[in-house]
T-cell receptor, first 115, second 115 residues
Framework: AQTVTQSQPEMSVQEAETVTLSCTYD???????LFWYKQPPSRQMILVIR??????QNATENRFSVNFQKAAKSFSLKISDSQLGDAAMYFC????????????FGQGTELSVKP | NAGVTQTPKFQVLKTGQSMTLQCAQD?????MSWYRQDPGMGLRLIHY???????DQGEVPNGYNVSRSTTEDFPLRLLSAAPSQTSVYFC??????????????FGNGTRLTVT
């Protein structure tokens, strides 16, 4: 069975600095998709970034980028120029290529941003 | 532009009571799913559906029932509420076309407390 592990329950970053959130996963599949979701106190789940396993190039979305290491089964999220609005719970998620709608989530990392 | 609508936002039940959490989406998405979120455990899949008339169990299905009579609606029924079902519940949907990298669209969640 696939599993997703986020080993950092809490992280803290100074405003304008860079922080990296870790995520590892376990799968025997070769074709899959990885996601980072943000959950602010409003409870809304917001997609931050996604990565297709067949793509070697790391995905980027403005200040957010990933370091995807397929062999190591690692999918970390880097947030550059952190802003107060980045404070939230962040979830890493995995999905097999042929299982639309079925995500496996990590435990989450609570990120706080200090002014 | 409603997206995924969940009702109610909050609910308190007594042990043994039954209730239905409602979920509706107006995006004509084939895939719909229910997750529960518990502290330190991320989101876990309860049930999902790949289309009207088709449902299947997820990781934690015990104590819950679902049905999918229309594309739009995917209600989650608690048959006999237990304190262990105290959680935040999320409904999500995604399209079948281009499913491989389509993110889930989440509702805003229902906070359920069972006393």
């Amino acid at each position: 069975a696939q599993t997703v592990t986020q080993s950092q329950p809490e992280m803290s970053v100074q405003e304008a600095e860079t922080v990296t959130l870790s995520c590892t996963y376990d799968t025997s599949e070769s074709d899959y998709y990885l996601f980072w979701y943000k959950q602010p106190p409003s409870r809304q789940m917001i997609l931050v970034i996604r990565q297709e396993a067949y793509k070697q190039q790391n995905a980027t979305e403005n200040r957010f980028s990933v370091n995807f290491q397929k062999a190591a089964k690692s999918f970390s999220l880097k947030i550059s120029d952190s802003q107060l609005g980045d404070a939230a719970m962040y979830f890493c998620a995995y999905r097999r290529s042929n299982q639309g709608g079925k995500l496996i989530f990590g435990q989450g990392t609570e990120l706080s941003v200090k002014p | 532009n409603a997206g995924v609508t969940q009702t109610p936002k909050f609910q308190v039940l007594k042990t043994g009571q039954s209730m239905t959490l409602q979920c509706a989406q107006d995006m004509n998405h084939e895939y719909m799913s229910w997750y529960r979120q518990d502290p330190g455990m991320g989101l876990r899949l309860i049930h999902y559906s790949v289309g009207a008339g088709i449902t299947d169990q997820g990781e934690v299905p015990n104590g819950y029932n679902v049905s999918r009579s229309t594309t739009e609606d995917f209600p989650l029924r608690l048959l006999s509420a237990a304190p262990s079902q105290t959680s935040v519940y999320f409904c999500a949907s995604s399209p079948k076309q281009g499913i491989y990298n389509s993110p889930l669209h989440f509702g805003n969640g229902t906070r359920l407390t069972v006393t």
